[in-house]
């Protein structure tokens, strides 16, 4: 079985990005924002209201405070600062899911904290360490990070994940969003990416280099161009193909 995710909620105010309720049709966990990449309450509340009603997983998508650059750029925060940030958000969010009738399953970094997580040792200490703080949430990360290293070490469940559409380095990691090619754009190139990651647990990086990703989630990113077709197409042939797609986080 595998599970498909996808960045939601990422609007602010009266601006939206992306269709969150279609993409919660398809996808089987959200990964809500809470507030501090993007997100407000209201937009927190409403993305789990509809989560909850179709039986999809909620996940806090905890980011560095940076909504000015949707979280992607780093910030060195104190390691016991962001630990509390992160805290905090998961809290926020999972107060916005209890009064949905649903809880906070997990939690994936956003962004600039996702990728400081795979080598930077003290901030991905610090995500843990808030995650700890409110309770025994799985962890959603890249295959090899720190992150997972550090969620496992703390009695946490890692959840190992790639991506739909980002390309990678020949060491697993991802390719900057400023190069050329790093987000794959066209449906058929996003197909076959998750195909092979199903099938032969494996990827190609950009320069041919088979990269070995066996994995349990799979994301396709809300604010992709085509993320709705993207995911509907990911799930049918997937699908049509044997391989059950479901939610890894109970509850």
Partial sequence: MIDLNSDLGEGFGIWRLGDDDALLDVVTSANVACGFHAGDPSTMRRVCRSAAARGVAVGAQVSYRDLAGFGRRFIDVDPA???DEVLYQVGALDA???????RVSYVKPHGALYNATVRHEEQARAVVDGVRAFGDLPVLGLPGSRLLHHAERAGLRPVREAFADRAYTPEGALVPRRSPGAVLSGTDAVLAQVLRLAEHGELVAVDGTVVRAEVESVCVHGDTPGAVEHARRIRAELESRG???GRFAAG
């Fill in 243 to 245: 391989t059950p797609v």
């Fill in 81 to 83: 600062e962001l630990a």
């Fill in 96 to 102: 916005c899911a209890r009064a949905a009738g649903t």
